[in-house]
């Protein structure tokens, strides 16, 4: 049973499966936990299935419920039911009230409940589960750079399952807070989006064909920086149009692919669109400053009569789906953020061309890397296919003065 993960869906979504692997060497069901706002945890409110398919899971032969049915199965039974709870941290704890429980090569395992941690709503909505806080038991390895020591991992992971291994409980309850992969990955191991959203991104995907995907993601980056980084994004999309023959495709026999002039320009950003003045769109993203605004513009301006993009088309996700016939799936306004992250990804993944931005103009993200590596992935083994019309993995943008 997840309590709460401590990353974003990017990355989360890998930490699902790893305790998912746990589950499967304890011979214990995983409970998949709800999501929303690109967070996993017990107060979210989205099912799993609502954002995933489950077959990754069934293929590895992880034994694996709802939410909803868990909820069901502790409502149900004719005794309550008993749980533990299990915090695996990586900051370091500094808590009087913690009692040493164990301590190994690699991690150190305490008794008790570190003020860190959040209510997770866990017995809001399980009233009848026997969860005794006092009981929690606390996991931190002993080194912060364990993910790169020969060994460590490995050894973390038997700590973890030893622990978990001496529960009689019916229900283990986990806080993960772990950044990197304890158990072993299996190769080639992808968690797919639902078939709801992978259908609507294609749809989005022809719709604006042929186009130019660009991920901009401006939370960390200097403010000072904005106005040259959406210049430098204007001579980019420039860059491609005028390829031609000066480029080829990923290598292959040189074939040449050129831009059409009227190809529209797909913008994922972080930055709110809609709404200048509200909230930018990724919950870790706090302050959108004046010189924000004044790059939003200056893109803006170079699509309009006698800008430098004159003829091309700029759009967003919020403009696709007010334009689709989506509204028996979805609004833009129904959706919550990390759903938007995830169609713009699909949506992405299709493009004809994708940019992304360089350190100096956009922070460096895994959802970034997720597009390039799927991007990567069609290219090899997709190449003749239809459904993709793939021209470059990635190419990038940084400054360019004004």
Same mark, same amino acid.
């Given at each position: 049973?997840?309590?709460?993960?401590?990353?974003?869906?990017?990355?989360?979504?890998?930490?699902?499966?790893?305790?998912?692997?746990?589950?499967?060497?304890?011979?214990?069901?995983?409970?998949?936990?709800?999501?929303?706002?690109?967070?996993?945890?017990?107060?979210?409110?989205?099912?799993?299935?609502?954002?995933?398919?489950?077959?990754?899971?069934?293929?590895?032969?992880?034994?694996?419920?709802?939410?909803?049915?868990?909820?069901?199965?502790?409502?149900?039974?004719?005794?309550?039911?008993?749980?533990?709870?299990?915090?695996?941290?990586?900051?370091?704890?500094?808590?009087?009230?913690?009692?040493?429980?164990?301590?190994?090569?690699?991690?150190?395992?305490?008794?008790?409940?570190?003020?860190?941690?959040?209510?997770?709503?866990?017995?809001?909505?399980?009233?009848?589960?026997?969860?005794?806080?006092?009981?929690?038991?606390?996991?931190?390895?002993?080194?912060?750079?364990?993910?790169?020591?020969?060994?460590?991992?490995?050894?973390?992971?038997?700590?973890?399952?030893?622990?978990?291994?001496?529960?009689?409980?019916?229900?283990?309850?986990?806080?993960?807070?772990?950044?990197?992969?304890?158990?072993?990955?299996?190769?080639?191991?992808?968690?797919?989006?639902?078939?709801?959203?992978?259908?609507?991104?294609?749809?989005?995907?022809?719709?604006?064909?042929?186009?130019?995907?660009?991920?901009?993601?401006?939370?960390?980056?200097?403010?000072?920086?904005?106005?040259?980084?959406?210049?430098?994004?204007?001579?980019?999309?420039? /860059?491609?149009?005028?390829?031609?023959?000066?480029?080829?495709?990923?290598?292959?026999?040189?074939?040449?692919?050129?831009?059409?002039?009227?190809?529209?320009?797909?913008?994922?950003?972080?930055?709110?669109?809609? /709404?200048?003045?509200?909230?930018?769109?990724?919950?870790?993203?706090?302050?959108?400053?004046?010189?924000?605004?004044?790059?939003?513009?200056?893109?803006?301006?170079?699509?309009?009569?006698?800008?430098?993009?004159?003829?091309?088309?700029?759009?967003?996700?919020?403009?696709?789906?007010?334009?689709?016939?989506?509204?028996?799936?979805?609004?833009?306004?129904?959706?919550?953020?990390?759903?938007?992250?995830?169609?713009?990804?699909?949506?992405?993944?299709?493009?004809?061309?994708?940019?992304?931005?360089?350190?100096?103009?956009?922070?460096?993200?895994?959802?970034?890397?997720?597009?390039?590596?799927?991007?990567?992935?069609?290219?090899?083994?997709?190449?003749?296919?239809?459904?993709?019309?793939?021209?470059?993995?990635?190419?990038?943008?940084?400054?360019?003065?004004?």
């Amino acid at each position: 049973m997840r309590r709460r993960i401590g990353e974003q869906e990017s990355k989360a979504i890998q930490h699902v499966f790893q305790l998912g692997l746990l589950a499967h060497k304890l011979n214990r069901t995983l409970v998949l936990p709800p999501m929303w706002k690109s967070r996993f945890g017990t107060c979210y409110r989205n099912p799993f299935e609502f954002y995933y398919q489950e077959e990754a899971f069934r293929y590895h032969d992880i034994p694996f419920i709802s939410f909803e049915a868990f909820q069901e199965w502790t409502s149900q039974r004719a005794t309550r039911p008993t749980g533990r709870a299990f915090h695996i941290l990586s900051p370091a704890i500094s808590d009087n009230e913690l009692t040493t429980l164990q301590l190994t090569n690699y991690s150190a395992a305490f008794y008790g409940t570190p003020k860190l941690l959040r209510n997770t709503c866990l017995l809001e909505k399980t009233p009848r589960l026997q969860l005794d806080e006092s009981l929690s038991t606390i996991i931190q390895p002993f080194d912060p750079k364990w993910y790169i020591k020969p060994g460590a991992a490995l050894g973390l992971s038997h700590d973890i399952i030893a622990l978990f291994a001496k529960e009689s409980r019916e229900v283990l309850t986990v806080t993960w807070e772990l950044r990197y992969p304890v158990l072993p990955v299996p190769p080639g191991l992808h968690v797919e989006y639902s078939l709801r959203w992978i259908d609507l991104a294609q749809v989005i995907a022809s719709s604006i064909s042929p186009f130019i995907a660009v991920h901009w993601r401006m939370e960390t980056v200097p403010v000072e920086h904005m106005p040259a980084c959406a210049s430098g994004l204007v001579s980019s999309i420039q /860059s491609l149009e005028h390829a031609g023959s000066s480029r080829t495709s990923h290598g292959a026999d040189k074939i040449v692919f050129e831009i059409s002039p009227a190809a529209t320009v797909y913008l994922a950003t972080d930055y709110p669109l809609r /709404s200048p003045g509200a909230l930018a769109h990724s919950g870790t993203f706090k302050h959108v400053s004046e010189l924000h605004h004044v790059a939003m513009r200056l893109l803006e301006a170079a699509f309009k009569d006698g800008g430098p993009l004159f003829g091309h088309k700029l759009t967003s996700l919020a403009d696709e789906l007010g334009r689709q016939d989506s509204g028996s799936l979805i609004s833009y306004d129904e959706s919550d953020p990390g759903l938007r992250a995830i169609l713009d990804k699909l949506v992405a993944i299709r493009a004809d061309w994708f940019l992304g931005g360089m350190k100096d103009c956009s922070r460096q993200s895994s959802f970034t890397d997720q597009i390039i590596s799927t991007r990567s992935r069609v290219i090899q083994e997709h190449e003749q296919q239809k459904y993709y019309s793939l021209k470059n993995i990635v190419d990038y943008f940084s400054r360019v003065e004004l």
